[in-house]
Nanobody
Framework: VQLQASGGGLAQDGGSLRLSCVAS???????MGWFRQAPGKEREFVAT????????YYSDSVKGRFTISRDRAKNTIFLQMNSLKPEDTAVYYC??????????????????WGQGTLVTVSS
């Protein structure tokens, strides 16, 4: 499985962006999600979706502003980001893995990572 993320770019404070991540080669993952890493900081969990069932989980910092969704027929996940803030600026990575719920919000739950897409939010 390979993951290809796209959709990053520049947005203004309060603006919106939509990220996409396509899993080529199919997926047997239990979860697909998004993490982000700002300069000088550790990679942090953003959101994840259970591939079968569609249950979603979010970090507190993005809850209510970001929405993760999936298109199973296209092996694609999306991250709709609204009400963006400058502190959302980071490289966003999509990830896939056979995590269980207890590890689905941590990087160790994922064994396949996309190349990252940069999101910059200006104030």
């Amino acid at each position: 499985v390979q993951l290809q993320a796209s959709g990053g770019g520049l947005a203004q404070d309060g603006g919106s962006l939509r990220l996409s991540c396509v899993a080529s080669g199919g997926t047997d993952s239990t979860y697909m999600g998004w993490f982000r890493q700002a300069p000088g900081k550790e990679r942090e969990f953003v959101a994840t979706i259970r591939w079968n069932g569609g249950h979603t989980y979010y970090s507190d910092s993005v809850k209510g502003r970001f929405t993760i969704s999936r298109d199973r027929a296209k092996n694609t996940i999306f991250l709709q980001m609204n009400s963006l803030k400058p502190e959302d600026t980071a490289v966003y990575y999509c990830a896939a893995g056979r995590a269980i719920l207890s590890s689905a919000t941590t990087p160790r739950g994922y064994n396949t990572w996309g190349q990252g897409t940069l999101v910059t939010v200006s104030s």
